[in-house]
């Protein structure tokens, strides 16, 4: 089983701020990864798929790069509502699996 | 508008078993691949299984293999998740959830997911 670590587990920010965040694959993926936000209490929501294609509707301050086993995503200027936890899940391997998630606050 | 409404949230006692519903609608239900996924409180998420509506192949994550089951009723567009030999560490909130893309096969991402349902297993 592939796992996939994001670091760090939480990230305090201010809203404007650059937010980075990794996921690194214990294998290679090649680009089969992407990202998800979560809100408390909500389903995840895609923002990324293999590694750098925006879902329908994500907002062009999210963008994702990387190849084989290291991943990040980019939120060019945080908004209010970008306050979330961001989970990546790879598709390269069965069974599919996802990190334990990055926790995004406000500073 | 593509919908996923599954059943309401179940407690129920260690060793019993529980059902989960995912109704799908606002789109060809046979066309794409469902996945389950869960999250323990506070925690990640978790692959459970996968079902394709058409033929009703299934694939199921090694650790719940035996225990996890998942069947399909195309009259009524319904997905079902039987897990059985409940433990107090299968409560979590279990989701239901679609794969993005009708031509991709059934590893890919996910678009469109249930509100989640709550099983609590306690004695």
């Known amino acids: 089983e592939i796992v996939l670590t994001q670091s760090p587990a939480t990230l305090s920010l201010s809203p404007g701020e650059r937010a980075t965040l990794s996921c690194r694959a214990s294998q290679s993926v090649g680009y089969y990864v992407g990202w998800y936000q979560q809100k408390y209490g909500q389903a995840p929501r895609l923002l990324i798929y293999?590694?750098?294609k925006r879902a329908t509707g994500i907002a062009a301050r999210f963008s994702g790069s990387g190849s084989g086993t290291d991943f990040t995503l980019t939120i060019s200027s945080l908004e209010p509502e970008d306050f979330a936890v961001y989970y990546c899940q790879q598709r390269s391997n069965w069974p599919m699996t996802f990190g334990q998630g990055t926790r995004l606050e406000i500073k | 508008q593509v919908q996923l409404v599954q059943s309401g949230a179940e407690v129920k006692k260690p060793g019993a078993s529980v059902r989960v519903s995912c109704k799908a609608s606002?789109?060809?239900?046979?066309?794409?691949?469902l996945h389950w996924v869960r999250q323990a409180p506070g925690q990640g998420l978790e692959w459970m299984a996968i079902i394709h509506p058409s033929g009703g192949n299934t694939i199921y994550a090694q650790k719940f293999q035996g225990r996890v089951a998942l069947t399909r009723d195309t009259s009524t567009s319904t997905v079902y998740m039987e897990l059985s030999s409940l433990r107090p560490e299968d409560t979590a909130v279990y989701y239901c959830t679609r794969v993005a893309s009708p031509t991709a096969g059934p590893a890919y991402f996910f678009d469109y997911w249930g509100q989640g349902t709550l099983v609590t297993v306690s004695s």
């Open positions: 293999d590694a750098s």
């Open positions: 606002g789109y060809t239900f046979t066309a794409h691949y």
